[in-house]
């Protein structure tokens, strides 16, 4: 699973609004997919990358669970 938990710490700890993001080029619809998890494509994530002047890790996290294989 993928998570964006890190990108609304990020933006919290750098005084970020969603207000300025939005005057930024990240729209309102983009900014409900990330506080949803839900999936945003690797250009809007570049663009995030340079607004905010981090590296993807800083902001997205890959949460795995765990895979279990019966065995047989």
């Known amino acids: 699973m993928i998570s964006y938990d890190r990108f609304w710490k990020y933006i919290q700890e750098n005084n970020i609004t969603?207000?300025?993001?939005?005057?930024?080029?990240?729209?309102?619809?983009?900014?409900?997919?990330?506080?949803?998890?839900?999936?945003?494509?690797?250009?809007?994530?570049?663009?995030l990358c340079t607004l905010l002047e981090c590296d993807v890790e800083e902001i997205v996290e890959c949460k795995r669970n765990p895979i279990t294989m019966d065995e047989d």
């Open 18 to 47: 969603q207000y300025q993001l939005m005057h930024s080029g990240i729209s309102h619809s983009t900014l409900t997919r990330l506080k949803r998890n839900e999936s945003v494509n690797m250009e809007t994530i570049d663009k």
